[in-house]
């Protein structure tokens, strides 16, 4: 069976979803709930209805498009993303999935397919942490992996809690309600730009995603004593920003420690109390990202870190309080997942190498519930997060072909 791609129709689709936006083209600034969000979450459900999709939305405003089956009882194919976007960010990440998997399922019912599963496009709620300072909010939700009530408190920069932010948005059920069923998928895939440099430096067509990395974050605060840059003297001082830069540096030593390439350690956000030139810093904030593959050695950088802080508070006569944010499982795919994605990959001709994600997805969330797979294409200079990013279109058409045949495999009715 033959399965053609409507390119020109999902590149117009694409380029109409990022006009919703607060930032000026070529970035997209979409945020969970903002007016634009809203906007675009109107028009993705007008092109689902389009397409004979049934739509549906829990609590907290994931949005699911479901393909009815010839056996509708038995456990549906998700695939999708989110459209949610950083300020200032590109076009494409998550996109791809939301659009990409919409079109494969398009691309399915031009050809006659009919699947025996339901297939279900969903498009996340919030995967980017840009507003309440947690990513993949509404995938934990679905599996489970974030209660309710902690949820529900989550607070944005306004101060404004998750639970009235929501509900002014327009959903107003019980955040009871989202958690799926266990048995609600019998399969997962999720197409997605590389956000790396990978496959194109390689010159391989597509990745199939072995395994997620388990993302850790937590906020390491440390509190000085401030005062006049020129009254008071160097010895003696309890600068929080020296503290601070020995703790970054240590959390840079750590990670390259492990002598895993998997490890990764970022601090993102340093911010610095009074910041004044010249007055010496009292307090701040540090914002820790750390990812690995393994959790356990993982977690052992964590501990190293930790007994760092402690050591510089003690030498510096600092105080430092740690708060982790989260601390997720590594997630693995399913070799059956995989064996479909391959053969379909075979079908069509197309190169594609095994590879790891370093970046966190909602798929990582949708395996504690589900077997899960992920499928890359690649972006130019492995550019992500940034208004230059960019994949071809024949990239992306590569990417729905071989997820559409993954779909109609996927779909076959075989055991309940």
Same mark, same amino acid.
């Given at each position: *069976?033959?399965?053609?791609?409507?390119?020109?129709?999902?590149?117009?689709?694409?380029?109409?979803?990022?006009?919703?936006?607060?930032?000026?083209?070529?970035?997209?600034?979409?945020?969970?709930?903002?007016?634009?969000?809203?906007?675009?979450?109107?028009? =993705?459900?007008?092109?689902?209805?389009?397409?004979?999709?049934?739509?549906?939305?829990? +609590?907290?405003?994931?949005?699911?498009?479901?393909?009815?089956?010839?056996?509708?009882?038995?456990?549906?194919?998700?695939?999708?993303?989110?459209?949610?976007?950083?300020?200032?960010?590109?076009?494409?990440?998550?996109?791809?999935?939301?659009?990409?998997?919409?079109?494969?399922?398009?691309?399915?019912?031009?050809?006659?397919?009919?699947?025996?599963?339901?297939?279900?496009?969903?498009?996340?709620?919030?995967?980017?942490?840009?507003?309440?300072?947690?990513?993949?909010?509404?995938? %934990?939700? *679905?599996?489970?992996?974030?209660?309710?009530?902690?949820?529900?408190?989550?607070?944005?920069?306004?101060?404004?809690?998750?639970?009235?932010?929501?509900?002014?948005?327009?959903?107003?059920?019980?955040?009871?309600?989202?958690?799926? #069923?266990?048995?609600?998928?019998?399969?997962?895939?999720?197409?997605?730009?590389?956000? $790396?440099?990978?496959?194109?430096?390689?010159?391989?067509?597509?990745?199939?995603?072995?395994?997620?990395?388990? #993302?850790?974050?937590?906020?390491?605060?440390?509190?000085?004593?401030?005062?006049?840059?020129?009254?008071?003297?160097?010895?003696?001082?309890?600068?929080?920003?020296?503290?601070?830069?020995?703790?970054?540096?240590?959390?840079?030593?750590?990670?390259?420690?492990?002598?895993?390439?998997?490890?990764?350690?970022?601090? $993102?956000?340093?911010?610095?109390? /009074?910041? +004044?030139?010249?007055?010496? #810093?009292?307090?701040?904030?540090?914002?820790?990202?750390? %990812?690995?593959?393994? +959790?356990?050695?993982?977690?052992?950088?964590?501990?190293?870190?930790?007994?760092?802080?402690?050591?510089?508070?003690?030498?510096?006569?600092?105080?430092?309080?740690?708060?982790?944010?989260?601390?997720?499982? #590594? +997630?693995?795919?399913?070799?059956?997942?995989?064996?479909?994605?391959?053969?379909?990959?075979?079908?069509?001709?197309?190169?594609?190498? %095994?590879?790891?994600?370093?970046?966190?997805?909602?798929?990582?969330? *949708?395996?504690?519930?589900?077997?899960?797979?992920?499928?890359?294409?690649?972006?130019?200079?492995?550019?992500?997060?940034?208004?230059?990013?960019?994949?071809? /279109?024949?990239?992306?058409?590569?990417?729905?072909?071989?997820?559409?045949?993954?779909?109609?495999? =996927?779909?076959?009715?075989?055991?309940?």
């Amino acid at each position: *069976m033959i399965f053609e791609v409507d390119q020109k129709r999902l590149d117009g689709e694409i380029e109409t979803l990022a006009a919703f936006s607060d930032a000026e083209a070529p970035a997209v600034t979409r945020v969970v709930f903002s007016k634009q969000d809203a906007k675009a979450r109107a028009w =993705l459900k007008e092109r689902c209805r389009e397409a004979g999709l049934a739509i549906r939305e829990d +609590a907290v405003g994931n949005t699911f498009a479901r393909w009815a089956g010839t056996r509708a009882e038995l456990p549906a194919v998700g695939t999708g993303s989110h459209v949610d976007a950083i300020p200032h960010a590109g076009k494409y990440d998550g996109v791809v999935g939301v659009l990409g998997g919409f079109e494969a399922i398009r691309t399915l019912q031009r050809s006659g397919f009919q699947p025996e599963r339901s297939i279900e496009l969903v498009i996340f709620t919030s995967e980017e942490p840009t507003r309440f300072g947690i990513g993949c909010l509404g995938s %934990r939700l *679905m599996s489970g992996t974030l209660s309710p009530s902690e949820a529900a408190g989550l607070r944005d920069a306004e101060g404004d809690t998750l639970e009235a932010v929501r509900r002014g948005a327009g959903f107003s059920g019980s955040l009871d309600e989202v958690r799926l #069923p266990g048995d609600y998928y019998s399969a997962w895939v999720e197409l997605h730009i590389e956000q $790396g440099p990978i496959l194109e430096r390689e010159g391989v067509s597509l990745g199939l995603v072995t395994s997620i990395a388990a #993302p850790a974050s937590f906020r390491i605060t440390i509190e000085g004593e401030g005062g006049h840059a020129g009254g008071r003297l160097m010895p003696g001082r309890r600068d929080a920003l020296c503290a601070a830069a020995e703790i970054i540096l240590a959390v840079e030593r750590f990670a390259l420690g492990t002598g895993a390439i998997d490890t990764v350690a970022t601090v $993102g956000i340093c911010q610095v109390h /009074p910041g +004044a030139v010249n007055s010496i #810093p009292s307090r701040v904030q540090l914002a820790v990202d750390l %990812r690995d593959t393994d +959790a356990a050695r993982r977690d052992t950088v964590l501990r190293e870190i930790e007994v760092a802080c402690g050591e510089v508070g003690e030498r510096r006569g600092v105080k430092i309080d740690w708060q982790m944010i989260n601390a997720d499982a #590594p +997630a693995q795919s399913s070799p059956e997942i995989l064996a479909a994605l391959t053969a379909a990959c075979e079908a069509e001709g197309i190169g594609f190498k %095994r590879m790891v994600s370093r970046a966190y997805h909602d798929s990582s969330f *949708m395996a504690q519930i589900a077997p899960i797979a992920m499928l890359f294409i690649p972006c130019r200079g492995g550019v992500s997060h940034r208004p230059d990013e960019y994949s071809s /279109p024949e990239e992306i058409s590569r990417g729905v072909r071989v997820l559409a045949r993954t779909l109609a495999s =996927l779909s076959a009715g075989g055991k309940s």
